[in-house]
């Protein structure tokens, strides 16, 4: 019974510091959640998120640098901007004209999944200026 209750309890903290973040990866959240469950494992994080996806309360971001698997709070189909200095990842709602000349450029293909933009964020640009 009571491991039922904990977890119910490390599923909330789970969603809620993803919701927060808008994406991260089991590594962040066992990071920022062991602060105030210090007993909190890594299989834990880890069971917890895949149950989370399954059931549809969070998404599957695109990977981590590192390759590891990043959650997303947003479950509305969205594409991505990934810093690729910091591991920073912003949703992107793409503009339907760019997604046609896309499409064209493609010789008619038909976009039907995420997309994924890579570049420098704000944050690093200014970091290298000064
Ligand atoms: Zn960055
Ligand atoms: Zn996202």
Do not use: W
């Amino acid at each position: 019974m009571q491991t039922i209750t904990r977890t119910t309890k490390y599923s909330q903290a789970v969603q809620d510091f993803v919701r927060a973040k808008g994406h991260a990866t089991n590594a962040d959240i066992l990071q920022a959640l062991r602060q105030a469950y210090p007993d909190l494992s890594a299989t834990t994080v880890h069971r917890i998120t895949a149950r989370l996806v399954e059931h549809g309360e969070l998404a599957l971001a695109p990977n981590a640098p590192d390759g590891s698997a990043r959650f997303d709070a947003n479950l509305d189909p969205h594409d991505h901007f990934a810093c690729s200095h910091c591991s920073g990842l912003r949703d992107v709602k793409l503009d339907h004209r760019l997604l046609n000349a896309l499409e064209q450029d493609l010789g008619g293909c038909k976009i039907t999944g995420q997309l994924l933009v890579q570049g420098s964020c704000v944050n690093c640009q200014n970091r290298r200026e000064t």
